[in-house]
């Protein structure tokens, strides 16, 4: 049986210790593969070259404060976030488990605000355009479902014919299908809203029966024996070869939820994209476009300011810059 950690035992213990044979080893147990691929890329690339030697008792607030600014400079705000996260995440972990009081180090770390992000997407236009150039594409019904679902890419890469109906055109989304290096493994959706039916447009439909039925009514994994990452470059070859608008499989994504963002109630969106959070689909995806500003300026002067310029200014003379008085009304 082994021998319990003390708080006290905790607190002298190096970073590269806990990470190593703590903290990794119990994430690894409860935590998808992927997500501990994620930890354990930025862990060993930021964290531990620069806490890996420190005690756990020996991190301060303004040492972390200062790794911070420098690694923004060095792996951008977004890199400098993350791997300030996992630091805390570890810290956090180990006071939790061996019941160390200790001022948390990690607290009210400040960042720069980054930069909103603004992922490339696709007209409609396009990507039409980009439906039609993908016949007789390899993969060409991975593409059509991307753009007519909006899937994450490893739902996508996940799905099986087997689960497309073809009379109804719903299609269950249940599982996620991830490559990391020499590993290939399936799993639940991202999330538990992630388990959910979608429904295939009647072009896209049509399309895929006629795939489908081509290819001998074959059954299995819709990319069939392919690895994810041979899908991928198999469609953004084939789409810069014929020069058509290829954005990439989580663009495509993109695509689709700022397209039905445009003209349909965002918590149905959100639903359809499997979001646990409607936050996250109003942030990505919802944009104001000038019509829809026009529309809201026109609605708000009819029923509260007024129409037009007489009507707000009736009765007012407004003097104008060059000393003239305007009467707009008698």
């Known amino acids: ?24 080893p119990e994430k690894a147990r409860r935590r998808r593969p992927n997500t501990v691929y994620g930890y354990t890329s930025s862990i ?16 301060t607030h303004d040492e972390v404060q200062d790794w911070a600014d ?32 200790m001022v948390d180090p990690t607290r009210k770390i400040e960042f720069d605000r980054r930069a909103q992000y603004r992922p490339e997407t696709l007209t409609q236009r396009r990507m039409k355009k980009l439906i039609r150039g993908m016949v ?13 679902l909006g899937l994450r890419p490893s739902e996508n890469y996940a799905l099986r014919w087997e689960q497309v109906n073809w009379r109804s055109g719903v299609v269950h989304i249940g599982s996620s299908l991830h490559e990391l290096p020499g590993r290939l493994y399936e799993s639940l959706t991202k999330t538990a809203k992630g388990e959910r039916d979608a429904y295939l447009p009647p072009w896209a439909l049509d399309r895929l029966h006629d795939i489908w039925v081509e290819r001998g009514r074959p059954k299995g994994r819709i990319i069939g024996d392919a690895r994810p990452s041979a899908a991928y470059r198999a469609l953004k ?12 499989m989580r663009n495509l994504r993109h695509s689709w939820g700022t397209i039905a963002a445009r ?15 409607i936050q996250i ?12 500003i026009r529309r809201v300026q026109r609605r708000v002067a009819r029923t509260v300011l007024g129409k037009t310029s007489d009507d707000m200014y009736k009765g007012i003379n407004i003097v104008v810059h060059r000393g003239d008085e305007l009467p707009l009304a008698a």
Not at 237 to 248: D, F, I, K, M, Y
Not at 281 to 292: E, G, H, K, M, S
Request: glycine share 8%; proline share 3%.
């Open 237 to 248: 070859r084939w789409a810069a070869e014929r020069r058509l608008p290829w954005v990439g």
């Open 44 to 59: 060993r690339l930021h964290v531990l070259p620069r806490w890996g030697a420190c005690a756990l008792g020996s991190v």
């Open 70 to 101: 420098e690694l923004c400079g060095t792996a951008g705000a977004g890199g400098a976030e993350k791997a300030y996260k996992c630091l805390r995440q570890v810290i956090r972990w180990a006071m939790d488990k061996w019941g160390v009081l």
């Open 281 to 292: 689909t109003y942030r990505y995806y919802f944009q104001l476009t000038l019509a829809t």
């Open 263 to 277: 003209n349909n109630p965002i918590e149905a969106v959100a639903a359809m994209m499997g979001h646990c959070d």
């Open 136 to 148: 007789g594409c390899e993969f060409e019904p991975t593409a059509v479902l991307q753009c007519a």
């Open 1 to 24: 049986m082994a021998t319990a950690i003390t708080a006290e035992q905790a607190l002298g213990m190096t970073i590269e210790e806990i990470v190593e044979r703590h903290y990794l």
